[in-house]
């Protein structure tokens, strides 16, 4: 089981997704911030089935917009993988390639997000970005 480390957010219950063509495995809204982090895990058998990932990346692709609308809140969504880490970075780097102006994925292992003092996550420069850069997610 993956412990949240996420603070400062108001949680959303996945079932709350529903009818929106995508459902995250966690969601937390920040008023304050005007953004809603959306969270997918990945074992390392869903990672090698690389179709599975890329339908979800398409998925949102294609409904961040209605989320957007109905939560009037930015939405970004963090992929956290049971990988080796370089893994992560490769798959951020592949993306570059393909990546849409309005894509807001970012990308982290498993173990690196474990590694993070409980309640620093958002703040910590462990996630690849689309671009295959590292960031904090503030």
Not at 60 to 88: M, N, T, W
Not at 107 to 134: H, P, S
């Amino acid at each position: 089981m993956v412990r949240i480390k996420l603070s400062g957010g108001d949680p959303i219950s996945e079932r709350d997704f529903r009818g929106f063509g995508v459902v995250p495995e966690g969601a937390f809204g920040y008023q304050l911030k005007g953004t809603l982090l959306l969270l997918e895990f990945s074992t390392k058998r869903d990672w090698k089935k690389t179709r599975r990932l890329t339908r979800k990346i398409i998925a949102y692709r294609k409904h961040l917009s209605k989320i957007r609308q109905a939560y009037g809140l930015i939405p970004f969504v963090v992929f956290i993988a049971d990988v080796e880490r370089e893994l992560v970075a490769r798959l951020a780097e592949e993306l570059s390639a393909s990546a849409q102006e309005e894509d807001q994925f970012y990308f982290t292992d498993y173990e690196t997000f474990k590694k993070v003092e409980m309640g620093q996550a958002r703040n910590a420069e462990i996630y690849y970005f689309v671009d295959g850069k590292e960031y904090s997610l503030c």
